[in-house]
């Protein structure tokens, strides 16, 4: 089975801050990565597919980038409604998912 | 306008049985291969079961393996998923969710909390 690794699994930020979140594959997935936003009692929400394409209506602060086992989750300036938790997703074979990375306020 | 709307969740005894449903609008239900997805209390996220267009293709993870099935009713715009043999570690809020076509997940249903407590 192919285990997901995200770092941190909490990140302090502020407003316009540059957010980077890491997800690690513990073998090669090629660039069949996802990226999802999720907030507290709601269900999650699709941000980026194939490790750098970004889901329609999605702002465009938001990037991923990556191949093979490394990949990253880039918010360019955070504003308010960026406050979540953040979860990677393989699809290299079946699904598994990252444990999540809460980004709160600082 | 895609929605998603599950529903059958409910408190069980170890070793009960529940079956959720899934309600699909807003898009051509038979296109598209559909999941369950679950997260337990305080968790991260655990995919469950994926099902194709026309049923020919159906995935388990391990731990449901044996114990879950999925299926869907494209007559109805409808995906089930048939829970038996449940435990503690199944207790879980479940979501439907549908497949973008590249094995991601573009639309989520509300949730539907499963606790299985005796």
């Known amino acids: 089975d192919i285990q997901m690794t995200q770092s941190p699994s909490t990140l302090s930020a502020s407003v316009g801050d540059r957010v980077t979140i890491t997800c690690r594959a513990s073998?090669?997935?090629?660039?069949?990565l996802a990226w999802y936003q999720q907030k507290p009692g709601k269900a999650p929400k699709l941000l980026i597919y194939?490790?750098?394409s970004l889901e329609s209506g999605v702002p465009s602060r938001f990037s991923g980038s990556g191949s093979g086992t490394e990949f990253t989750l880039t918010i360019s300036s955070l504003q308010p409604d960026d406050f979540a938790t953040y979860y990677c997703?393989?699809?290299?074979?079946?699904?598994?998912f990252g444990q999540g990375t809460k980004v709160e306020i600082k | 306008e895609v929605q998603l709307v599950e529903s059958g969740g409910g408190l069980v005894k170890p070793g009960g049985s529940l079956r959720l449903s899934c309600a699909a609008s807003?898009?051509?239900?038979?296109?598209?291969?559909m999941n369950w997805v679950r997260q337990a209390p305080g968790k991260g996220l655990e995919w469950v079961s994926s099902?194709?267009?026309?049923?020919?293709?159906?995935y388990y993870a391990d731990s449901v393996k044996g114990r879950f099935t999925i299926s869907r009713d494209n007559a109805k715009n409808s995906l089930y998923l048939q829970m038996n043999s449940l435990r503690a570690e199944d207790t879980a809020v479940y979501y439907c969710?549908?497949?973008?076509?590249?094995?991601?997940?573009?639309?989520w249903g509300q949730g539907t909390l499963v606790t299985v407590s005796s």
């Open positions: 969710a549908r497949d973008k076509g590249v094995v991601v997940y573009d639309y």
């Open positions: 807003g898009f051509t239900f038979s296109s598209y291969s």
């Open positions: 099902i194709s267009s026309s049923s020919s293709y159906i």
């Open positions: 073998q090669s997935i090629s660039s069949w």
């Open positions: 194939d490790a750098s």
């Open positions: 997703q393989q699809y290299n074979s079946y699904r598994t």
